[in-house]
């Protein structure tokens, strides 16, 4: 997480030149509504009845942490259970568990596993990142120039979020296992002679997050429709569960669906994106404000991301040389004329004082000078930190030569 949030400020110092987002600030922020986040599912979880063990806790992580080396975002349980159901499906028909040695063990452990319940857990996780991204996923937006379709730099927003979920799980206890509570005074939904036995608590650590693109839209409207769509991936993925709970033959098409439905709500959202018009772009009439930075006289008077300046002092801007001159027209006051996000004229005023910073506090979309662009990052855990490693090793040469 610290190296995700420390390479969004990164890459924002390196394409504005300024900073956005204090990554310890973010961290610390997504560590708060992730603790929360865990008691929540804790909670909701003692009544479902998960058979979670151990064993099943290291299948869930060393699966996630194989899938992040294909691709960062595989890095969900989603992925992992998907897997780890198909898994078992497969070692049923080979029977892997019947022949001996490490395959043996290995086919037994995954056959213990109880697919609905973690099926059940993943969607309980997706149902609070979807209120987590409903909440928090706009502050999580970084501006961007990006590449558009025609070649074009055009402005837009990724959007990461990760938040570490922490549970605590009633489970039913293994035979012989000391230190057994009594029965629970409930009986879970997925309830069974395990439960008679008593119940202990297993930890599992979990991390959930989401990661979207906003080129046509505002990220606080593209992060209410990622939650919406988050929400009903959860709600199908409950009904799905608890049907392949009930009926054992369902778990691979359970497992199918978490895999191949959180692909394509991932896949849908980045090319209704891709499709739409690009909403952070320059045009004729005026400048459109990709970001505004805080603490800046353009925070004091209101602007926002996505509205364009239209006059400044009362001259027309078109360009970066525009906006530079009409705000030297008035070494005392700045007076501007905006276009707002419906398209209405509004307008804002502010002075300006002795000492204060010339500048008026906004990013802007891209122009034609604009020359380098951000490529929103699709590799590997370890592709990643090779690709930090080589921007330090070329920024430390540039350095040098200069």
């Not at 078992?88 to 019947?98: K, R």
């Not at 109880?114 to 909440?135: I, Q, S, T, Y």
């Not at 006051?333 to 500048?359: I, M, P, S, T, W």
Request: charged share 15%; with cysteine.
């Amino acid at each position: 997480m610290a190296f995700l949030y420390r390479r969004l400020a990164v890459t924002e110092r390196s394409l504005f030149h300024v900073r956005l987002h204090v990554w310890p600030l973010l961290l610390l922020r997504s560590a708060g509504w992730g603790l929360l986040a865990g008691a929540a599912v804790s909670v909701a979880a003692a009544f479902i009845g998960t058979t979670l063990t151990p064993d099943a806790v290291l299948w869930l992580w060393g699966t996630a942490a194989v899938l992040a080396l294909i691709r960062v975002r595989y890095l969900c349980f989603a992925y992992s259970a998907g897997v780890l159901g198909v898994l078992q499906a497969v070692c049923g028909l080979l029977s892997l568990e019947e022949s001996g040695g490490t395959a043996g063990r290995l086919g037994a452990s995954l056959a213990a596993l109880d697919m609905p319940g973690l099926l059940l857990l993943v969607a309980l996780l997706h149902a609070a990142e979807a209120l987590l991204v409903r909440k928090d996923g706009g502050s999580l937006a970084s501006p961007l120039y990006l590449e558009g379709k025609r070649g074009k730099l055009i402005g837009g927003y990724s959007l990461q979020g990760l938040w570490p979920v922490p549970l605590l799980l009633l489970v039913p206890v293994s035979g012989g296992a000391e230190g057994a509570a009594a029965a629970l005074p409930w009986t879970p939904l997925l309830g069974g002679e395990a439960w008679s036995a008593g119940w202990t608590v297993l930890a599992l650590p979990a991390i959930i997050g989401f990661s979207d693109l906003a080129l046509s839209e505002l990220p606080k409207h593209v992060a209410r429709l990622a939650s919406r769509r988050l929400l009903l991936y959860s709600l199908v993925l409950v009904v799905l569960a608890l049907a392949a709970a009930f009926a054992r033959p369902l778990v691979v098409v359970a497992s199918l669906a978490a895999l191949g439905l959180h692909e394509a709500l991932t896949q849908l959202a980045e090319r209704v994106q891709r499709q739409r018009p690009p909403r952070f772009v320059n045009d004729a009439r005026g400048l459109c404000i990709l970001g505004v930075l805080p603490g800046t006289p353009a925070e004091e008077m209101g602007l926002e991301a996505g509205e364009v300046l239209h006059k400044v002092n009362g001259l027309r801007v078109r360009t970066k040389e525009d906006l530079h001159a009409a705000l030297h027209e008035n070494s005392a006051f700045c007076r501007l004329e905006v276009l707002n996000l419906d398209g209405q004229l509004k307008f804002a005023q502010r002075a300006r004082f002795a000492g204060e910073h010339h500048q008026l506090g906004v990013v802007l979309a891209p122009d034609e000078d604009a020359a380098y662009s951000a490529v929103p990052a699709r590799g590997s855990v370890l592709a990643l930190l090779l690709r930090a490693r080589r921007a330090r090793r070329r920024a430390a040469g540039d350095s040098a030569s200069m």
